[in-house]
Nanobody, 116 residues
């Protein structure tokens, strides 16, 4: 049974940093496109960053230059380094592992709160 679990969220001041982790169990994270999404209260879930099996990355315009997605296939984990956090980055962050049509997995999410 595949499992993906996010961690690393927390409370941080504006301008601070956090590193989120998406740890995989039961499946190779390196065989999937991993995407970080976030959802703030009352808003739709939005794509934050993604990384493919060949390590091609993509970012939402709102996080370019501040967030970096990376993968460590030995640790079976994908990371999201978030720097210069802003109030509007407050959301629950989820990772999705996509292996193909009808074959993707979601983690339960980790809360990120940016507050002064």
């Amino acid at each position: 049974q595949a499992q993906f679990v996010e961690s690393g969220g927390g409370l941080v001041q504006p301008g601070g940093s956090l590193r989120l982790s998406c740890a995989a169990a039961g499946m190779r994270a390196g065989a999937a496109t991993i995407t970080w999404y976030r959802q703030a209260p009352g808003k739709q879930r939005e794509l934050v960053a993604s990384i493919t099996t060949d390590r091609t990355t993509d970012y939402a315009e709102s996080v370019k230059g501040r967030f970096t997605i990376s993968r460590d296939d030995h640790m079976n984990t994908v990371y999201l380094q978030m720097n210069n956090l802003k109030l509007e980055d407050t959301a629950r962050y989820f990772c999705n592992a996509y292996y193909g049509p009808d074959h993707s997995f979601w983690g339960p999410g980790t809360q990120v709160t940016v507050s002064a």
